[in-house]
């Protein structure tokens, strides 16, 4: 298949067989459960591009999330994002990976990106104080927030990934927890 690159920046536009093609790094985002107080674990951030669809703010909950732009094992990835975006410490070794570890397409009519999605299990020790977080060299700045279980069905999601997370986990992975 022929290609051509169209632009590169973040991202690398391509042409290939005549339709246009979004090249970006995959990712890997980590749903964060604290058994103990029956509470998931998310962040709040201002996305960009959420403002050009026409969120006001574009602020934007989701899991905690990063790219595999580095050569790192996606567990330890995994592992610094949690920390980076949520001020939460996990080991690697703690850190499940959904559908047996196989990357999800985010949006394969247009983007090369496959999400590996993952779970961790938590304890009220492993949460830093303080609720804001992020990477200032990457210009990013989260907000921890947390939501209570038994709200969880009913807490507005707008972001696929993490829709995808609450599913999984409502459909069976915290029973018994």
């Given at each position: ?16 067989d ?18 103990e ?17 026409g969120?006001d703010d574009?602020?934007?909950t989701?899991?905690?999330?990063g790219?595999?732009d ?7 990835l ?19 990976l ?11 009519g247009?983007l090369?990106?496959?999400i ?28 921890r ?21 609450i599913?999984w ?9």
């Open positions: 298949m022929d290609r051509v690159v169209v632009y590169r920046g973040f991202a690398e536009i391509l042409k290939a005549g339709i246009e093609v979004g090249r970006v790094s995959d990712g890997v985002a980590v749903l964060v459960y604290e058994k107080g029956r509470r998931v674990y998310l962040t709040r951030q201002r996305r960009v591009p959420m403002v050009i669809a969120m574009g602020v934007i989701e899991a905690a999330a790219r595999c580095r050569n790192l094992d996606i567990r330890k995994a592992a610094e994002e949690v920390y980076e975006e949520l001020g939460i410490s996990v080991a690697p070794a703690d850190i499940r959904i559908n047996d570890g196989i990357p999800l397409a985010s949006s394969p247009y090369t990106e496959r590996t999605l993952a779970y961790v299990e938590i304890t009220p020790e492993q949460i830093a104080p303080g609720e804001q977080f992020g990477k200032s060299d990457e210009r990013e700045v989260t907000r927030i947390f939501i209570p279980l038994d709200q969880l069905d009913s807490f507005e999601i707008q972001d696929l990934k993490t829709f995808a997370l599913q986990f409502l459909r069976g992975a915290f029973k018994g927890r």
